[in-house]
């Protein structure tokens, strides 16, 4: 599929021609821990063309050992073993990896320990590692050891509530379904193998084919895709075998409103908004659609409402309104977007990119009080309802610069950098079929089932 030579049953990813096989070489070897200097430094073996890594070193320092190929949704199975008899420390595997600032981190402990008075919890975890220092510091180091937020550096997702420990010289086979294109985060720890359309599943099979640990269904959009890896931390004689790699479909739902149905989101306050803002989002309007208003997110007082209108986009933010003069395209799928920039008192629309029109700016914006308890509602304003698609819907409590406006939106899945711009909502439309609730990185999102479906 991709020609890059080999044949697609036998392809990692078929559809990816720099990747074909299962292999971790070549590697990056990280010393999470390099101010320990009276301790080694890791040793890596790799064996069996990359597909199994032994760390041979007696450190106490955390260690990982990094792919150098990127992946976005990724299947991720291994075997982890501690040929050793004395199980103090935590083994597991990284994903997302971007640097050494940013990465997810699944890690298991086999005990209990407490050290300067915080808790390295037995059992399995999962982390954002989103620090703002690098791992020069026995800060960072410690920030991996704990199993609580440390701030500026970790972030606990999860923490099995069963706190199982692993056993020295006990096999474990784990397995990783990583979908960024979907918020969802699941962590199974269980003897066999499941693969659903989630973002992140994890299973360990035992010995005794016992079920270890289930997180049920997590959400975190934090990171989008990266390396993969595999961590160890004052751990000795552990080694990562039978490790495979398979690349899998980006997923992309669109949310499909039928004229009558509607979501019901949340208050101004909850997204930050005391201001400025941009909202985004992808539409795609039916054949001969109505030329009556169409909201498209709406504050239930109408002090600002996103819409359509005698096929025009247009904004209103108090007594203000801005309006295209183009004519929107039916059975196409079309980026829009408002910006508001409260202290320069100008309010802006662009399509595709691009100013909407010599019409598609107001300055002089009347000043306008946007109640923090107002809440907002995505396809009506109340009484006007939309008829059409909206996917990857995007607030932010700042106004974009033009320049991004005009490179990001060609962005497939609009992936902008969190760390630049401030995302207070994202629903990317993909996380749910047929079910009550679509999930926000930050805010739910209630739609009643009877009134929508999700489509591609």
């Known amino acids: 599929m991709d020609k890059d030579g080999v044949i697609d049953r036998l392809d990692a990813c078929p559809k990816n021609k720099f990747l074909s096989e299962s292999t971790f070489k070549p590697y990056i070897s990280l010393d999470l821990n390099p101010s320990l200097t009276t301790e080694a430094a890791p040793n890596w073996e790799l064996r069996h063309n990359g597909r199994e890594i032994r760390q041979h070193a007696t450190t106490s320092k ?47 402990r086999h005990r209990h320990l407490n050290i300067d008075g915080e808790a390295g919890v037995r059992g399995v975890q999962l982390r954002l590692v989103n620090s703002y220092y690098l791992p020069s510091t026995t800060t960072y180091a410690k920030s991996l050891f704990y199993s609580n937020d440390v701030t500026s550096y970790t972030k606990l997702l999860w923490q099995d509530p069963n706190l199982k420990g692993w056993e020295c010289r006990v096999s474990y086979r ?31 099979k035992g010995e005794n084919e016992s079920l270890i640990a289930d997180s049920n269904y997590l959400y975190d959009t934090a990171i989008n895709g990266g390396r993969l890896g595999v961590f160890a931390f004052n751990q ?5 075998s039978n490790l495979k790699t398979e690349c899998h479909d980006r997923l992309n739902y669109a949310i499909s409103l039928n004229g009558s149905s509607y979501g019901a989101m949340s208050t ?26 169409q909201p498209l997110v709406c504050t239930n007082d109408s002090t600002l409402c996103v819409y359509i209108e005698n096929g025009n986009l247009r904004c209103k933010v108090g007594s203000t309104l801005v309006k295209g003069s183009t004519t929107l395209t039916a059975q196409t799928w079309t980026h829009v977007l408002a910006r508001y920039n409260a202290q320069e008192a100008v309010l802006t629309l662009y399509v595709n990119g691009v100013r909407y029109g010599k019409n598609g700016e107001v300055f002089d914006v009347t000043e306008t009080y946007l109640e923090p308890s107002a809440l907002l509602f ?73 009134y929508f479906k999700c489509a591609l």
């Open 236 to 240: 000795s004689g552990v080694t990562w």
């Open 174 to 204: 784990w397995f990783l379904y990583h979908s960024p294109s979907i918020g969802f985060i699941n962590i199974l720890k269980h003897a066999g193998i499941f693969l659903n359309n989630y973002n992140f599943r994890v299973v360990v």
């Open 378 to 450: 995505l396809g009506t304003d109340k009484t006007n309802y939309f008829d059409g698609y909206i996917d990857e819907l995007r607030i932010y409590n700042v106004q974009i610069p033009d320049v991004d406006i005009d490179y990001h939106w060609q962005q497939l899945g609009l992936e902008r950098e969190y760390n630049i711009y401030t995302v207070t909502g994202h629903y990317t439309m993909d996380n749910n079929t047929e079910s009550e609730y679509l999930i926000s990185n930050s805010h739910p999102y209630q739609c009643k089932k009877q």
């Open 62 to 108: 955390p260690v990982a050992l990094i792919v150098d190929r990127y992946f976005d949704n990724v299947v991720y199975t291994g075997t982890t073993y501690a040929a050793d008899d004395s199980c103090y420390g935590y083994i597991g595997f990284i994903f997302g990896y971007q640097s050494s600032k940013r990465y997810y981190l699944v890690s298991w």
């Open 268 to 293: 101004i306050s909850s997204y930050g908004i005391q201001g400025s803002f941009t909202i985004e989002m992808w539409i795609n309007l039916p054949t001969n659609y109505t030329m009556s208003k």
